[in-house]
């Protein structure tokens, strides 16, 4: 089955539906619930509030469920649905909230602030002639203010270094993307990394125009960094997976209680980097729509996993809107990877706090720092297409482990870290040489203004003690160097020349990374094996 026929098959599991639009009439059920509700607001002993205890009880119906369907009140399903949807209104800046001012970071392309002129390091001093400098403000509220309809206007006033007066200006707020990619560049001359930091609607479309950017400029080969990611809509990882793999190869399928939820699909052999060799990137956090991507990868043996075991997502919800703008999220199937694995690790009805606690059980067993602490279950033996043995159980996981990197933390890098220091200290200083850093070309040009490692170092444990009351301490500074210089570089690369420059800094030192570099030298990745191939063997 093509791949698209396929998806115009599943398009109705993850849009969702309406409450009145829905397939099943709620009969009795239904009817039990308004009577009592009814009751209450017309017989009760005392005068209650219905909306709210209506509200109570169907938080109370959900939380006895899988972990993962939710109940969504109205007034939070705008900002819930607007990350994923990939846009907001709003006037397109990104800034930092340090000494209680907000100072603009990135000033997004073509976005409502740069056509009336703000710049980065610039001081938002009032909004809507209401001082919001000085003052204890928190990230909520100052977004909250900031964004709004389309085609509203907001007010700011703003200091800039070279004006001696508060410049006004009046911002039109319009469409803003959320932008799913968070880094892509060129490695090595030939290796493009992709950071992607969640599944949103747009993120296929930016995933393409970002790999086809890096094959024009080089790469043959393609690092996919999915750590973090906690997934979002399943569509963007299918047709993503359809852009690596050959004609015919499953990607994933979804099977539930009811028939019209069981689905599979299949890649349909237009995909532009078939040819391509792909290392994927997963950790503890990876989730959902990453796991689906990861272990199309994996079971077709197209590419190498590298990392630690993936969360273990692997429960399919579907939005359902209910009259009163409120929405549900209800699980209507499981994920399936192409050997057969069950995505989803295990649960209990009703009973969320093992489950939340599962992560944290990991650490405690030891299985973010040594692949022996990992139990497999071998009941769930499973076979990829060139006959590899992958397990089931929960989450993918990889064919490179890589435990987290431990060394350089000591007890000065927990304490300044904690205190926000290493991310203060390196806007502080991107902010005091913004004219000299926004000449810099690219990260390799920026990084030759800086002050060597050990000006660097220095100025930080002053910056430190002066600003955060933290004693330098030597021994330990030294114990902890390479961590700390790196990510100051990386910090101060990100605010001078955005978030795709940290990636390409910090990764110069992180394990994960040049693990996947490592398997590209040694020809450890697999090229395209066609279906047919396979069973010819």
């Not at 599979?264 to 990137?281: K, L, W």
């Not at 990992?374 to 992958?390: E, M, N, Y």
């Not at 220091?421 to 902010?431: I, R």
């Not at 978030?499 to 398997?519: H, P, R």
Request: aromatic share 10%; hydrophobic share 40%.
């Amino acid at each position: 089955m093509p791949l698209i026929l396929a998806f115009v098959l599943a398009l109705g599991i993850f849009i969702g539906a309406t409450f009145f639009g829905s397939r099943k009439s709620y009969g009795p059920v239904y009817d039990k619930i308004a009577s009592i509700m009814h009751l209450v607001n017309e017989d009760y002993v005392d005068e209650i509030d219905t909306d709210s205890l209506l509200e109570a009880s169907i938080e109370e119906i959900i939380s006895r469920l899988d972990p993962h369907s939710s109940y969504i009140k109205a007034e939070d399903l705008q900002a819930v649905n607007d990350d994923l949807d990939g846009q907001f209104s709003g006037i397109g800046i990104s800034f930092n909230m340090l000494t209680d001012t907000i100072t603009v970071v990135e000033v997004i392309s073509g976005g409502p602030s740069e056509k009336v002129g703000l710049l980065p390091g610039d001081r938002i001093i009032s909004i809507n002639d209401t001082i919001v400098a000085g003052k204890s403000i928190s990230n909520e509220n100052i977004i909250k203010q900031l964004r709004g309809d389309k085609g509203t206007k907001v007010k700011l006033g703003v200091m800039r270094d070279n004006s001696p007066k508060l410049l006004s200006y009046e911002v039109t707020r319009g469409d803003i993307p959320v932008a799913s990619i968070d880094a892509s560049y060129i490695s090595d001359g030939e290796t493009g990394y992709i950071k992607i930091n969640k599944f949103a609607r747009n993120t296929y479309s930016e995933f393409l125009n970002s790999a086809v950017d890096l094959r024009n400029k080089g790469a043959k080969r393609f690092i996919i960094d999915l750590r973090g990611n906690g997934g979002g809509f399943m569509e963007p990882a299918v047709f993503m997976a359809n852009e690596f793999l050959p004609e015919g190869s499953s990607i994933v399928s979804t099977h539930g209680r009811v028939e019209d939820v069981d689905n599979e699909m299949f890649a349909d052999g237009t995909g532009a980097f078939q040819d391509a060799e792909i290392v994927v990137i997963l950790d503890e956090f990876s989730a959902s729509a990453s796991e689906i991507f990861a272990g199309a990868i994996q079971d077709n043996d197209r590419g190498v996993i590298v990392g630690r075991r993936s969360f273990g997502k692997g429960l399919v919800q579907r939005q359902i809107d209910l009259p009163d703008k409120s929405a549900l999220r209800l699980t209507t199937a499981r994920y399936y990877t192409p050997s057969g694995r069950c995505i989803q690790k295990p649960y209990t009805l009703g009973s969320n706090l093992a489950y939340s606690m599962e992560i944290a059980d990991r650490f405690r067993h030891g299985e973010d720092f040594n692949a022996d602490s990992i139990k497999f279950d071998k009941s769930q033996t499973f076979t990829t297409l060139g006959g590899r043995t992958v397990y089931g159980g929960g989450g993918i996981m990889p064919d490179i482990y890589v435990p987290t990197d431990t060394s350089g933390i000591s007890s000065y890098y927990i304490d300044v870290f904690n205190a926000g220091l290493l991310q203060k200290f390196a806007f502080s200083y991107a902010d005091a040489n913004r004219q000299t850093l926004k000449k810099a070309k690219n990260v390799k040009s920026l990084l030759a203004m800086l002050p060597s490692d050990d000006v660097l170092l220095q100025d930080f444990a002053y910056f430190a003690k002066n600003t955060g009351k933290i004693p330098p301490r030597w021994y330990y500074i030294n114990l902890s160097r390479n961590l700390i210089v790196s990510q100051l570089k990386a910090l101060i690369a990100r605010d001078a020349l955005g978030i795709s420059a940290y990636y390409e800094v910090i990764n110069e030192s992180d394990n994960a990374f040049k693990k996947a570099i490592q398997q590209f030298k040694l020809g450890n990745t697999n090229v395209p094996v066609t279906i047919d191939k396979l069973k010819s063997k």
